[in-house]
């Protein structure tokens, strides 16, 4: 699942690149994906981009004031070709489906999940998009406060994990970096919200902020194709059961409850006392 330091860096490449640049056609392949309806990608010909926007885990594309907003959903991803004759699939596998064709080369959107996750939207705002009008403060954003995250967490008795992840108190973290933020803070990710005191909530809120902000500078300028293997070969414990742990003498393994979907070290993360 791309989340806000992927999706960050490109939506950076997509505004260097389509900025200025005319929509000649679009092809969808797979019609689902479209969510919009009656309104479809069509509408987007012949309009120039003049903005790339990132929304938590969203891009939303201005094409002079009709929008293509995208949803990556579990498993979506984007391509980039400046090759006009593209391909039926992305370097990975993942099925395109969908083209947007510009002046200077082909947008795909992928997806590659037993399911389809990826949401397109032609819209006239962003947050007619119902996932982005929901979404809570930007995590990955460098203003995000410990007082921001005092109020997502609030006084809820909800475990750690599942509260960083969840998109409409703070906006950008998935699975991944939710496992990444707790094993750096220290907290067990089942742990609630409720019982972290001042210091443990401090102790979060710098995790949060050197990991995310060290995930967005180091993708950026990484080639779309490569962001998935420059997020895995980063990460410290998340997707690497049985592993060593890279800080102490423990071994990482599957967060209870998750069936192998998260990560954490029970030495370094032990139950709330």
């Not at 389809?116 to 006239?124: A, G, K, R, T």
């Amino acid at each position: 699942m791309p989340e806000a330091p992927e999706v960050e860096a490109l939506t950076l490449f997509l505004r260097e690149r389509l900025t200025g640049q005319a929509v000649r056609a679009v092809e969808v392949v797979e019609f689902r994906a479209v969510k919009s309806r009656p309104r479809s990608l069509d509408e987007l010909v012949g309009r120039t981009v003049t903005e790339v926007v990132r929304y938590g885990k969203h891009i939303d594309i201005d094409l002079e004031g009709t929008h293509l907003g995208i949803g990556f959903g579990r498993a979506g991803w984007a391509t980039w070709t400046d090759d006009a004759m593209a391909s039926d699939s992305s370097p990975d596998g993942a099925a395109v489906i969908a083209r947007v064709r510009f002046d200077g080369g082909v947008l795909g959107i992928t997806d590659a999940g037993d399911w389809l996750s990826v949401q397109l939207h032609v819209i006239d705002d962003p947050r007619e998009v119902p996932s982005v009008a929901k979404l809570g403060p930007d995590a990955a954003d460098p203003g995000f406060s410990r007082d921001d995250l005092a109020r997502a967490l609030g006084t809820r008795r909800k475990q750690l994990k599942s509260l960083l992840q969840e998109q409409e108190s703070l906006a950008g973290i998935g699975n991944a970096y939710s496992d990444e933020i707790l094993y750096v803070a220290r907290l067990s990710p089942v742990a609630h919200a409720a019982a972290l005191t001042d210091g443990e909530i401090t102790r979060l809120h710098e995790a949060l902020r050197s990991v995310l902000d060290e995930a967005v500078a180091s993708r950026r300028g990484v080639p779309i194709a490569d962001q998935k293997a420059a997020k895995v070969a980063a990460m410290r414990v998340h997707g690497r059961t049985g592993e060593p742990c890279p800080d102490g003498d423990g071994v990482v393994e599957d967060i209870p409850g998750t069936k192998g979907g998260g990560q954490y070290c029970p030495a370094c993360q032990p139950p709330h006392a």
